[in-house]
T-cell receptor, first 114, second 115 residues
Framework: AQTVTQSQPEMSVQEAETVTLSCTYD???????LFWYKQPPSRQMILVIRQEAYKQQNATENRFSVNFQKAAKSFSLKISDSQLGDAAMYFCAYRRWGYQKVTFGIGTKLQVIP | DGGITQSPKYLFRKEGQNVTLSCEQN?????MYWYRQDPGQGLRLIYYSQIVNDFQKGDIAEGYSVSREKKESFPLTVTSAQKNPTAFYLC??????????????FGPGTRLTVL
């Protein structure tokens, strides 16, 4: 069974600084997708970034980028120029290609310090 | 605006009662999902549906039921058989084509409390 591990329950970052959230996953599949979702205090899950496993290039969305290491099964999220609005729970997630189920990690709570 | 709506935002239930949570989407998505979120845990899949009149159990389907009579709607009923129903419930939807689904997008959620 696939598992997703987020080993950092809480992280903090100074406003305008950079922070990296860690995620590792376990799978025997070669085709899959990885996601980072953000859940602010409103509790709505918002897609931050998505990575297809067959792509070697790391995904980037404005201030958000990932470091995807397929062999190491690692998928970290880097947030540059952190803003107060980035404060939220961040969930790493995995989905096997062709399957419906998305497996989520338990989340990392990010605090942004003014 | 296209999106996913869930109602109500807060729901209170007495023990022994069934309650139904609403989820509607106007994104023309084929697939819809229900997740449960508890403190300190990630999301867990309750049920999902790829097409109208068809749905499958997820990891924690016991005590829940769903229907998919319309593409836009996927209501979840929490029955009295669900032992610990107090939780935050999230609905999601995605496109389905070529034998696989696209990224899931989420509604704002419903907080269910059993009194």
């Amino acid at each position: 069974a696939q598992t997703v591990t987020q080993s950092q329950p809480e992280m903090s970052v100074q406003e305008a600084e950079t922070v990296t959230l860690s995620c590792t996953y376990d799978t025997s599949e070669s085709d899959y997708y990885l996601f980072w979702y953000k859940q602010p205090p409103s509790r709505q899950m918002i897609l931050v970034i998505r990575q297809e496993a067959y792509k070697q290039q790391n995904a980037t969305e404005n201030r958000f980028s990932v470091n995807f290491q397929k062999a190491a099964k690692s998928f970290s999220l880097k947030i540059s120029d952190s803003q107060l609005g980035d404060a939220a729970m961040y969930f790493c997630a995995y989905r096997r290609w062709g399957y419906q189920k998305v497996t989520f990690g338990i989340g990392t709570k990010l605090q942004v310090i003014p | 605006d296209g999106g996913i709506t869930q109602s109500p935002k807060y729901l209170f239930r007495k023990e022994g009662q069934n309650v139904t949570l609403s989820c509607e989407q106007n994104l023309n998505h084929d697939a819809m999902y229900w997740y449960r979120q508890d403190p300190g845990q990630g999301l867990r899949l309750i049920y999902y549906s790829q097409i109208v009149n068809d749905f499958q159990k997820g990891d924690i389907a016991e005590g829940y039921s769903v229907s998919r009579e319309k593409k836009e709607s996927f209501p979840l009923t929490v029955t009295s058989a669900q032992k610990n129903p107090t939780a935050f419930y999230l609905c999601a939807s995605s496109m389905f084509s070529g034998g696989t689904t696209d990224t899931q997008y989420f509604g704002p959620g419903t907080r269910l409390t059993v009194l």
